[in-house]
């Protein structure tokens, strides 16, 4: 999952960042409307939280350009003040949810992981295919009902796959959703995420298939999505 936070409180900020990257999302942050409008010009994002109060173009407008660029995807404001007005401007331009500063830590995430669900419309937590199950809430993994140990690359990554179980996804689209700016990490890298993978999943019959020349897809052996049902 790559979000994009705009804020312009440093350490606030720095706060969100650092709770998200703890659970594996990729993160992006800018620190004013301008240089939020030419990120969500120039990447894809799975989330966006949205400050409102930002110097120059303020977080209305960012949101309203988004949409009227027609991207979708889901956007979490940030309000100074319980102003009723502007939650209701919020969500009229198009925001999906909103918080008001000063919030606890553990409502912005299990809000982002909400989000998130409904950007890909999912409604459990958990994320199965075959043996394996993804706890987002409880953020832990399980194969054949063992704890299974991911780093947190490697859990981004199988999330993301995951999230779009059916569909081939490329080695560039996931690099960009796992992978935010402060990273470099070559599309070879991709390649060794997927090996460690396999390794762990393989044997209890989830498998990354390459496509070759479009990329990959998850999927599980016939047998073990019965023995599961
Ligand atoms: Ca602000």
């Known amino acids: 999952m790559r979000v994009l936070i705009v804020e312009d409180d440093d350490l606030l900020a720095a706060g969100l960042v650092r709770a998200l ?10 620190n004013s409307g301008e240089r939020a409008d ?4 120039s990447e894809t994002y799975d989330l966006v939280v949205l400050d409102i109060g930002l110097p120059g173009i303020d977080g209305f407008s ?14 979490l404001i940030l309000t100074a003040r319980d102003a009723v007005t502007d939650r209701v401007r919020g969500l009229d331009l198009g925001a999906d949810d909103y918080m008001v500063k000063p919030f606890a830590l553990s409502e912005f995430e299990a809000r982002l992981r909400a989000l998130v669900r409904r950007g ?19 953020h832990r993994a399980w194969l054949n009902q063992a704890p299974l140990n991911l780093t947190a690359r490697e859990w981004g990554v199988l999330e993301y796959l995951l999230m779009r179980q059916g569909q081939v996804l490329s080695k560039d689209k996931i690099l960009q959703a796992v992978c935010s700016w402060d990273e470099t990490i070559s599309p070879n890298a991709i390649e060794v995420y997927m090996s ?11 498998n990354i298939r390459t496509i070759r020349g479009f990329g990959y897809l998850l999927e599980a052996d016939d047998t073990t999505q019965h023995a599961s049902a």
């Open 21 to 30: 990257d703890q659970t594996g999302y990729a993160v992006d942050r800018v």
């Open 38 to 41: 030419l990120a969500l010009s």
């Open 62 to 75: 960012v949101l309203k350009r988004l949409r009227t660029r027609g991207q979708t995807c889901p956007v």
């Open 120 to 138: 890909v419309q999912l409604n459990s937590a958990q994320l199965v295919c075959g043996n394996l199950i993804l706890d987002t809430l409880a």
């Open 196 to 206: 460690r993978l396999r390794n762990k999943l393989e044997p209890a019959g989830v």
